[in-house]
């Protein structure tokens, strides 16, 4: 364990030198005045016995939160937070204001405040991270210890939850929100394109150029126009790599047996590139695809001008509202097309998410963490899960839930409406997989059945790798070097690759060059980092 001994010395020197020293050690209250909790922590683990049902604490008591999840604050309003806070006896009152929608903002104007929310979460796991190692939220390995014994289980007992929880300093700073789903992404085609131009499912990436080609060329929306896109993606503007995939590539890192690569300096990148400058120029890319954005989904299907995406089980969604102006729309999920090399493999899967954690200033922190155990019991993970019970859902004869008409005819999205009640929120909590499948779409079923069905597509042995990059955990020692010459190549390699992509400059020519650029901005000291952290994710 040199490892271990190595951190535990950089940790104290850390700690001598950091603003929040001095709220570190949970058994000295600090003088904030925000919160009304009750600082008697043993008085409060004697009556511990005696409290009824599912509360916390006997008197209720008020925790300050700052947490802002998809642009919205955290409200106390919420239908599903009241009814937690009259179960547990545990009020949040959220320090956000309602009408702020700017995250990292207001995250940073907290921090350099010094005032800190006794509960924090934040969409940033590593910035989380860096806050406890700066003395402002607490190391939570002993308090989950003593009294926390549902979120330790599922420390003992879920591998990738763990490795999500544990800094490489090997503190636990925040409680992620879990996923038991596995599948993220899937390849969606007009099966309607397919069948009006009688085509087979395309099972290889050479069988999808033929595909593709022919959606290009053979009208297959019927307007006599050569107007059609055949490969779009929503998510062009943040990851334009994505289709790099079918040849077993991408401009970001990647693990192969053990040993971390950077891809664009790998022979598959060369074969990637040049297919997709080839697809770009004979039209089967969508030509916006780097600026048209997050609406292109909605854009290119509801003009019926896309024919085929890499997204979400939400792409299904499409088949009930659009057959209504184009008769027969059908978007279906297919396998992903086997690579150059005959291999079926999906790169996208879901992962445990970052969650919330405690405040080193926070009064009273026995009782948030026996607060934050309740989503991990039943009770507390249907509620921020499935809502309440005769509301929300119903729990059938063999033990299965289903949504109420309140949420599947409300006026928004199932999950719209569940987030407006507060939840499905990004806490630390444990995702109930069976949630998801309540409110999909026969598209989205069938296209979650396939992937599953297939766990052989995945690697499962993976760091996280999610929006196209991986979400690997740096060592404190190597994190400011990592960033710094990341924050050169990042933008230097996606520069590079629009411009072979658009055709504006020619990749074989200015390959050689580009690899003695990235050496030169210092590519294998980043590989050496992510090695060094991939090694510890292995347990090396
Ligand atoms: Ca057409």
Redesign the pocket.
Known sequence: MKFKRIISSLLVATMLTVPFVGCKSTKTPSVDKTTEQKPNVEKEDKEDNKLEGSLITAEPTTFSIFLNFNNMPFNPEWRVWQEIAKRTNIHLEGVISQSNSNEQEAFNLMVSSGKLADIIGYVDASELEKLGRDGGVLPLNDLIKEHAPHIQEMLDNDERFRQTAVSLDGNIYQIPKNQSLLTAEFWWIRKDWLDKLNLEVPTNVDELYNVLTAFRNE??????????IPLFDRAGHKMPDEYLYLWDTSTEFYPRNGKMTFEPMEENFKTGVRNIVKWYKEGLIDPEIFTRGPKSRDILLSGNLGGMTHDWPSAGDYNSSLPESIPGFEMMAIAPPADQNGVVKERTMRYPGVGWSISSQAKDPVTIIKFMDFFFTEEGSDLVNWGIEGETYVVNEDGTKSYTDAVMKSDQTPLGYLRSLGVQYRIGMSQDAEYEYAFMTPAAKAAAELYNGNPEWFDVTLPPYLDGKLGLKYLPEDENEYKKIMSSIRPYVDEKFQSWMLGTADFDAEYDAFIAELKARGIEKAIEINQRSYDIFLGK
């Open positions: 009208d297959p929306n019927g307007n006599g126009k050569k107007d059609e």
